[in-house]
């Protein structure tokens, strides 16, 4: 599967933007899809997931209630939309192909991987 991402800039403490991850090759509507992101100088953590129907989501706690996950298989796309953007919200975002059709949580579960957008956000 190849995954192309964009919607990245730089937004200020309080603001919101959305990623959109376009993908190709294997029936999108097979996978589930997800979303990590890396700041500088440290791992690259989970940030949301959604199962292949769009009917499951899952949340980093440290993002719940403040981003949302959303596909659109249609179009082959998954989105994520980020309000009350935070400083710690700055790094490369990444999205990426599930093995299954599971909103999994964990790195290992996911086969293929976005080039990755940058976020900013600055206080």
């Known amino acids: 599967v190849q995954l192309q991402a964009c919607g990245g800039g730089s937004v200020q403490t309080g603001g919101c933007l959305r990623l959109s991850c376009a993908a190709s090759g294997r029936t999108f509507s097979n996978y589930g899809m997800g979303w990590f992101r890396q700041a500088l100088g440290k791992a690259r953590e989970f940030v949301a997931a959604?199962?292949?129907?769009?009917?499951?989501?899952y949340y980093a706690v440290s993002v719940k209630g403040r981003f949302t996950i959303s596909r659109d298989n249609a179009n082959k796309t998954v989105y994520l939309q980020m309000n009350s953007l935070k400083p710690e919200d700055t790094a490369v975002y990444y999205c990426?192909?599930?093995?299954?059709?599971?909103?999994?949580?964990?790195?290992?579960?996911?086969?293929?991987w976005g080039q990755g957008t940058l976020l900013t956000v600055s206080s």
């Open positions: 959604i199962n292949s129907s769009g009917g499951t989501t």
């Open positions: 990426a192909a599930g093995r299954t059709g599971w909103a999994a949580s964990t790195l290992r579960e996911y086969g293929g």
